[in-house]
């Protein structure tokens, strides 16, 4: 399975928004990518996926590259509930296609 | 809203010992996944289930794991004996089924082994 690199940490303050990195050079033409994040104590929670084109839903907006080697996940505001670990997972169309989480990126917000 | 259930929520066992963990997916849902997550790293995928059918289990540690979907439906998770590096959190999820489909997670179930 193709991988994906994140930063371990990002801050962001109240109310201002949040873009998070992903990395993923060796994504397969068939790959989507997915965003997962989990509250504390909580587990995970799907955020948004796509393939090519940005998406957006009501949690948030997903910007994939012209060459969908890297993505970016956007809170358009972020609030202290958003304080969580955020998964960036390619998956795959064929077989189990399984989401294989890494470590995230742990979003810190400050009021 | 519809959630997944697990059980227990919490469980302290010492080592060598059989410990059991339940999941109840989301009404409807055909494909159900158990995933192990110890502190500080992301969910590791342990078995899938395709209604009552195994799809992929090969990250499973089948020694001393075991885990069923009878009817397809609910499914049990064991651990047998318990080692002190079983200690996690174990999850369950839940999808409507495979391809993109967004997968729902319980809130787990905490084990230590002492």
């Known amino acids: 399975d193709a991988k994906t690199t994140q930063p371990n940490s990002m801050e962001s303050n109240e109310e201002e928004p949040v873009h998070l990195p992903c990395n993923h050079s060796?994504?397969?033409?068939?790959?989507?990518i997915h965003w997962y994040r989990q509250l504390p104590s909580q587990g995970p929670e799907y955020v948004i996926h796509?393939?090519?084109s940005n998406v957006n839903n009501r949690m948030a907006s997903l910007a994939i590259a012209e060459d969908r080697k890297s993505s970016t996940l956007i809170l358009h505001r972020a609030t202290l509930r958003d304080a969580a670990v955020y998964y960036c997972?390619?998956?795959?169309?064929?077989?189990?296609?399984?989401?294989?989480f890494g470590t995230g990126t742990r979003l810190t917000v400050i009021p | 809203e519809a959630e997944v259930a697990q059980s227990p929520r919490y469980k302290i066992t010492e080592k060598s010992q059989a410990v059991a963990f339940w999941c109840d997916p989301i009404?409807?849902?055909?494909?159900l996944y158990w995933y192990r997550q110890i502190l500080g790293q992301g969910p590791e995928l342990l078995v899938q289930?395709?209604?009552?059918?195994?799809?992929?289990d090969s990250q499973l540690p089948k020694d001393r794991f075991s885990a069923e979907r009878l009817k397809g439906v609910d499914s049990t998770l064991k651990i047998q004996p318990a080692e002190l590096g079983d200690s996690a959190m174990y999850l369950c999820?839940?999808?409507?089924?495979?391809?993109?489909?967004?997968?729902?997670f319980g809130e787990g179930s905490r084990l230590t082994v002492l």
């Open positions: 999820a839940s999808s409507l089924g495979r391809g993109q489909r967004e997968l729902f």
């Open positions: 796509g393939l090519t």
């Open positions: 060796t994504i397969s033409g068939t790959d989507y």
């Open positions: 997972i390619l998956r795959g169309q064929t077989g189990a296609n399984n989401l294989f």
């Open positions: 009404s409807g849902h055909a494909t």
């Open positions: 289930f395709q209604d009552e059918s195994v799809v992929d």
